[in-house]
């Protein structure tokens, strides 16, 4: 594999809130096209993780290459610019705007144009929001704001997409059908990055998968390799 096959090479990154230092020394990398689970406790660092990746943590040290560009200092539009969607945890929909223009407010064709994530397919991947075009963002369930969140975030045709407790608070039909979805996005080729706390499900849907424990990446490896690792319940706490 060349180093330009990775969409995401971070290494030896640093986070503080404040005085407080978070992460202590990352590498992660994630290739075009593959699926990648992180995993830790609460309060390890994974959102940190990925919000230091993405630009939002300021206070950060260490090397970030994103797409083959050097992202160290990159702010969060220029990441989403190179075609990272992040769904983070909580959803984001916007409340007063319709299902329909949550959907489309960011629709964008690809980086080599590609369009295939259209309206139209992201309305047949989730049923439920075809009934609910015209209901405002703050009359949807949890579940169908997830799924606002994820189609979203399909139709910026992004080469990456970052899950943050995708199914965090749902009933369990509707976990399924995100977890569903989640393969089908797996299938088409878009790289991922999951976490979610339902570890054999993230792993089982993985390529690799990285465990952290208070900033540090305690374990790494393809998703057969963590499963089978002794220290993983362990290091998660089950
Ligand atoms: N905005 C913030 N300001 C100060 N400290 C924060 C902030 N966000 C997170 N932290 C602290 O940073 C540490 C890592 O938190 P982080 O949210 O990255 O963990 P996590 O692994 O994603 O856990 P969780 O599943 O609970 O979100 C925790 O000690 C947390 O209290």
Do not use: C
């Not at 690809?110 to 609910?132: H, I, K, S």
């Not at 993230?202 to 390529?207: E, G, K, Q, T």
Request: hydrophobic content about 40%; proline content about 3%; charged content about 20%.
């Amino acid at each position: 594999m060349t180093v330009n096959d990775f969409l995401v090479d971070a290494k030896g990154l640093h986070a503080w809130y404040s005085s407080s230092h978070v992460l202590h020394g990352i590498d992660i990398q994630i290739a075009r096209g593959q699926t990648v689970g992180l995993l830790g406790r609460n309060g390890m660092g994974k959102s940190t993780l990925i919000r230091t990746l993405l630009g939002h943590v300021t206070q950060r040290e260490g090397n970030i290459t994103l797409f083959g560009q050097d992202a160290s200092k990159f702010q969060p539009h220029q990441v989403a610019r190179l075609g990272v969607a992040y769904v983070p945890e909580g959803r984001g929909v916007f409340p007063n705007l319709t299902v329909r223009e949550n959907l489309l407010m960011s629709a964008r064709p690809g980086q080599d144009g590609r369009n295939d994530w259209t309206y139209e397919r992201v309305l047949e991947t989730f049923p439920r929001l075809a009934e609910r075009l015209g209901n405002m963002g703050n009359q949807l369930s949890g579940g169908e704001q997830q799924m606002v969140s994820i189609g979203r975030a399909l139709m910026t045709h992004p080469e990456l997409i970052i899950l943050d407790e995708a199914t965090e608070g749902l009933a369990p039909l509707i976990v399924n059908e995100i977890w569903n979805v989640i393969s089908n996005i797996r299938d088409s080729g878009i790289a991922t990055l999951i976490v979610d706390r339902d570890y054999r499900r993230v792993l089982a849907h993985s390529d690799s998968a990285i465990v952290l424990q208070k900033g540090l990446v305690e374990l790494s490896g393809s998703a057969e390799h963590v499963a089978s690792d002794s220290a993983l319940t362990k290091l998660l706490g089950v």
